[in-house]
């Protein structure tokens, strides 16, 4: 888990933590939203490619 400050309201939460709902790229998601106050920021690249490799070397994608 990593965590992430939102760059808007300073609120710190885990960046695995999905908050968004019906977006058609829920399986490929490169952004993380804050669960206070809504703004969508992009994950660090490097978090990632760490997902695409679980998912790629667990049988996800």
Same mark, same amino acid.
């Given at each position: 888990?990593? =965590? /992430? ?8 939460? =885990? ?18 939203? #804050? $669960? +206070? #106050?809504?703004? =969508?920021? $992009? /994950? $660090? ?9 679980? +998912?790629?070397?667990?049988?996800? =994608?």
């Amino acid at each position: 888990m990593m =965590e /992430m400050r939102c760059s808007m309201c300073g609120y710190e939460y =885990e960046a695995n933590r999905r908050e968004c709902r019906g977006c058609i790229r829920l399986s490929h998601c490169s952004m993380t939203k #804050c $669960p +206070r #106050c809504g703004y =969508e920021e $992009p /994950m $660090p690249v490097r978090f990632g490619v760490i997902d695409w490799l679980k +998912r790629k070397f667990s049988g996800g =994608e």
